[in-house]
């Protein structure tokens, strides 16, 4: 995708609370808020800086817990203005941290596990929280269309999320897409524009579109909104901890795609350290990968520091991004905290699906699978101590990716009567 | 249905918190608390009756303000234990209630118009809050097998509580349901029967079972369980009122299936009423009905009191419920309130689906369709006062019903190109 460097139509005045500028994650290049998301100076990534120095550790806190049910409780933390819980969106987050105490039961912890199950979001996945970021920065840039390239969960949460917010969208799909997520899609009434190529072409075609004249009133929220986009996955650092009692848990697993969510995650438990909201305590953070995509988790078994980009061949379609942007910073953050990152096979993604819905009743989405199976894998090599504190990530649901268990069948076939029950050894 | 009167292994001494007895909802007739359903005297359908009266308002109040975010924060008003919520279950309640205001401008409605969305329940439906009261029965009454019949949504709820309560589940299905559905139902690992038959065929069976020592153990959650698994509805009734900061909207529109839900989200109200938690103001009930599964509407709109069976041919199979049991109660409680019941075709149920979806980014099941249809209908036609509040229930999923909305598609097909995006009148 292009680099997009040009700070067009910035406004160093926008309302976006605590955020308080653009700051290269590279090379610490400082520019105001806008709709940017690369360095003018050296291409790197654009990230939030925050302007937290007027908290006081204890008020923070008891605004958080006084706070709605939902992502905006943490609002504060947030480049989001301070009355973003009364505008019309879509509320996601404060999903439930499962104690999953069957499941640990199957897997040896005994230190405590526990699932963050995202598939309760509005849409049913994470994107729920990082598109409900993008939207306030569509409406601080004054932006009327939220668009993006999709070929699923996020294609959901950007129509679901325009229609509350009063805003177009306008979201670009490969033309071939199965009817059942063209339907997820399209129900939300937005414009849904099926491209005639592949998911590159689609990307490509978004990319030209974002620097035509066309496309100027246009919020792409993983393009040129991301720097806001991202932040949304802060807020499961901050639930995580919260809902464990303000304590960070001893060890985390979270699936990669772009790893954008892994680094944000990381990036939420050291603003939470910093703010003194939790003790400041080790923590190890795994990466989870399906082997058929799996470029960050080579890597990080080859003792490389770069990322090299692969084909995507898995069921765990969420999860397939043959090129990584934060594979890098993933890297860091696994060495640095002692995780790991690790892959497992789609039959194992299957195997993990079915045990988490056998053990919790949770049924996930097969991103969920690749955490829940690489979890067991780290558990069998060593890698995770199944005497500390486990959190693994269900980020998606069951329902979105049902062709991956189709398999899933009738135990018997009886005629309706006794006998036949009988026979079948069900009494 | 057979009716089981033998009150076979009560035990008084069962522990379901404020649950005092079963007492039949015609005659009055009381037995002690047990897996019973049908008065012994009478025949009459028998309900919980409770002991609310050492409660004090305010304290009840905090105590529930205080409590979880689900539905066990009601649980001194539930049939349930004091320790509910400690014990491995899967917590459903506390959904949102959106303020649909985008939804408000196209119906008119300038009195506050909300929609209860149950979709962001565990399983994705109003069935988790039965269940889970389903679960505590079968607990208490030494219940190691959980079983249903089910076409749908309650063999997933049932599959999904069942292995987060460490309990055997055993739902039964027609054996030629949809690939899908099965699959939905059979994640959670445990039996699923095909029965060679259709549902009348299933049920008939159920009830065989159930008078049959091969199902002593069972717990059957809408027939030997039916009493403590009704109420869970009231939990809408008392979410819906704690949500509008302890207020009782002035219209409710209600899905009827077999009518149980309506009627217990009115004793909900008539509860909050009695215990001082609300005012005691007037609020009418609607009820909502797909025209292809009408007898309630049609006896309504006939002035009659017995409803005539229909056979359902209708897409809202959730509500295709043909011979209501609770339909004579519905017919009291929509005359006693000023409220009225209402049905929909299958095309306005499409229609509302999207209308929903597209306002408010809420991708209802055809449940929700039927919903929404019946309120713009009672709206248009002078039942419902647009300039008062109306509260509508939706109780289901989307993604769970997209056969119905399979002709919803892309806008446009265009080239991956500026050209062709302005060719298609896009920009």
Redesign the interface.
């Known amino acids: 995708m292009a680099v997009q460097t040009v700070a067009s139509t910035t406004d160093s005045a926008v309302d976006l609370g605590p955020a308080a500028a653009l700051s290269c994650r590279e090379c610490g290049h400082r520019v105001p808020l806008g709709p940017v998301f690369a360095c003018e100076e050296c291409f790197g990534p654009l990230e939030i800086a925050y302007d937290f120095s007027a908290y006081d550790t204890e008020e923070l806190r008891k605004r958080i817990e006084a706070g709605p ?1 939902n992502i905006w409780r943490y609002a504060p933390l947030l480049p989001v203005p301070a009355d973003v819980a009364t505008k ?1 969106n ?2 996601p987050g ?1 999903t ?1 941290l499962v ?1 999953a ?2 499941l640990a039961r199957e897997l040896g912890v005994t230190g405590g596990l526990y699932v963050k199950d995202d598939s ?1 979001n ?3 996945s994470f994107k729920d929280r990082v598109v409900a970021q993008a939207v306030e920065a569509a409406r601080a840039f004054g932006y009327t269309t939220l668009s993006c390239s999709s070929t699923g969960n996020l294609a ?1 949460a950007v ?6 917010a ?1 805003l177009r969208s ?1 979201v670009f ?1 490969p ?1 071939d897409l199965e ?2 997520k ?3 899609a ?4 937005g ?7 592949n998911y590159d ?2 990307n ?2 978004c990319s ?2 974002i620097g ?1 004249s ?1 496309g100027e009133s246009w919020g792409f929220v993983n393009v040129n909104l991301r720097p806001y986009y991202a932040e949304g996955s802060k807020t499961l650092a901050y639930e995580i901890c919260e809902q464990l009692g303000w304590r960070i848990p001893d060890q985390l697993v979270i699936p990669i795609a772009s790893g954008s969510q892994l680094t944000k995650i990381d990036k939420g438990l050291q603003e939470l350290i910093k703010l003194g909201l939790v003790e400041d305590r080790p923590y190890k953070i795994f990466g989870a990968q399906a082997e058929g995509c799996s470029p960050v988790s080579v890597a990080y078994k080859a003792g490389h520091d770069v990322v090299r980009p692969q084909k995507p061949n898995t069921i765990a379609k969420s999860l397939a991004i043959g090129n990584p942007a934060d594979g890098p910073y993933v890297l860091d953050i696994a060495r640095r905290t002692g995780g790991a990152v690790e892959d497992v096979t789609d039959e194992q993604v299957v195997d993990a ?2 045990l988490l ?7 996930a989405e097969t991103a969920g699978g690749v955490t829940v199976g690489v979890t067991k894998k780290l558990i069998e090599n060593g890698l995770i101590d199944p005497a500390k504190s486990v959190v693994v990530l269900n980020t998606g ?4 990716t ?1 062709d991956a ?2 398999g ?11 006998e036949s ?2 026979e ?1 050894g ?2």
Do not use: S
Request: aromatic share 6%.
């Open positions: 049910a019309p879509m509320n404060w439930k104690k105490d069957n309760g509005p849409t049913h959901g129509g679901a999320a325009a229609a509350r009063g306008c799909i033309h009817q059942g063209v339907v997820m399209a129900i939300y009434g414009e849904l524009v099926g491209i005639e190529g072409d689609v490509r075609f030209e579109l035509d066309a699906i079915k819905a056998r053990t919790e009743g949770i049924f649901d069951g329902l979105k049902l268990v189709a899933t069948g009738l135990t018997a076939t009886i005629r309706p009567n006794l029950f009988r079948a069900l009494a």
